[in-house]
């Protein structure tokens, strides 16, 4: 197994697409759990005005082979820091590339996104129904009334 960044300095990639995500065997194959990662101060640019764009992510997840390591995860989610695109699409992007690259059993990713001209925009994405029997707790995210 060949990792990229754990235990070694890594600076931030210059893109989402330029980020290298790191997986590495799941010790717990044959029974689903739940792996969850939680980016409450998530970043990007608006595609239009370029000004920044903040969220609270949450990445739920079944692991099926493998798990992704959680410094490259860190990393490809600062990436979005300087990316301008606009929530729906950083949103099920991140989500849509998790499950091509790490093929899970099944994944979720919340988008709660702060006010825009007023408006929160929340996004939801997942990939599928999620295995019977795998506990599912809620993402634990209000609906937005001055979240903090």
């Not at 717990?28 to 370029?50: H, I």
């Not at 000004?51 to 490259?72: N, R």
């Not at 990713?109 to 599912?136: H, K, M, N, T």
């Amino acid at each position: 197994m060949s990792l990229t960044h754990l235990g070694q300095p890594s600076a931030l990639p210059a893109s989402p697409e330029a980020a290298v995500l790191d997986y590495v065997p799941n010790p717990r194959t044959g029974r689903p759990y739940l792996v969850r990662f939680t980016a409450p101060e998530f970043t990007s640019l608006c595609p239009v005005t370029g000004q920044p764009d903040f969220a609270h992510l949450v990445i739920d997840y079944a692991p099926g082979a493998t798990i992704v390591e959680s410094k490259s995860l860190k990393l490809f989610l600062g990436a979005f820091r300087n990316h301008a695109a606009f929530h729906e699409d950083c949103t099920v992007g991140i989500g849509e590339r998790l499950v091509a690259e790490m093929a899970p059993l099944w994944l979720r990713i919340g988008g709660y996104w702060y006010p825009r001209g007023g408006i929160p925009i929340d996004v939801f994405w997942q990939s599928g129904a999620p295995p019977e029997g795998l506990w599912l707790p809620d993402q634990g995210v209000p609906s937005y009334r001055g979240r903090g």
